[in-house]
Nanobody, 126 residues
Framework: EVQLVESGGGSVQPGGSLRLTCATSGFAFSRYTMNWVRQAPGKGLDWISTITMDGLTTYYADFAKGRFTSSRDNAKSTVYLQMTSLKTEDTAHYYC???????????????????WGQGNQVTVAS
C-alpha cells in the first residue's frame, strides 16, 4: 500500500522555521519526483516545490525561493521541506505528493491526481 505521511508542522511565530518530513512506503521512492503543495484556509492548492528522483534538481514557486528548501533521503524513502523566515501568509495545510503531473511546469495541483499524504498544518502567527 502506498503511503505518504507528513509530520513536523505546528505553530511558529513570524520569522521562525519549521522542517516538514514526508515519510513514504509502498513504492520505489527513488524512482519518483516528489512534490510539496499547500492549501491556505479558503484558498486553492498552491504548488511549493518539486525535487527530482536523484535529489540533484529542485524547483520552487516564487514565494518559496530563498526561504524554502526541499531535500530527500532515498535510503529512508523520505522527503523534507525546510522552511525559514516564515510569514503569516505561509499558514496552510502542507502536503507531499507524487504522480501529480509536472507542477513545476505549470500543471495545476489536483488531489484527485496522483498520491497525496494527509497533510500537516503549519500556522504562523505572533
Amino acid at each position: 500500500e502506498v503511503q505518504l505521511v507528513e509530520s513536523g508542522g505546528g505553530s511558529v511565530q513570524p520569522g521562525g522555521s519549521l522542517r516538514l518530513t514526508c515519510a513514504t512506503s509502498g513504492f520505489a521512492f527513488s524512482r519518483y519526483t516528489m512534490n510539496w503543495v499547500r492549501q491556505a484556509p479558503g484558498k486553492g492548492l498552491d504548488w511549493i516545490s518539486t525535487i527530482t528522483m536523484d535529489g540533484l534538481t529542485t524547483y520552487y514557486a516564487d514565494f518559496a525561493k530563498g526561504r524554502f528548501t526541499s531535500s530527500r533521503d532515498n535510503a529512508k524513502s523520505t522527503v523534507y521541506l525546510q522552511m525559514t523566515s516564515l510569514k503569516t501568509e505561509d499558514t496552510a495545510h502542507y502536503y507531499c505528493a507524487k504522480d501529480t503531473g509536472a507542477l513545476w511546469r505549470g500543471a495545476q495541483p489536483d488531489r484527485s491526481i496522483g498520491r497525496w499524504g494527509q497533510g500537516n498544518q503549519v500556522t504562523v502567527a505572533s
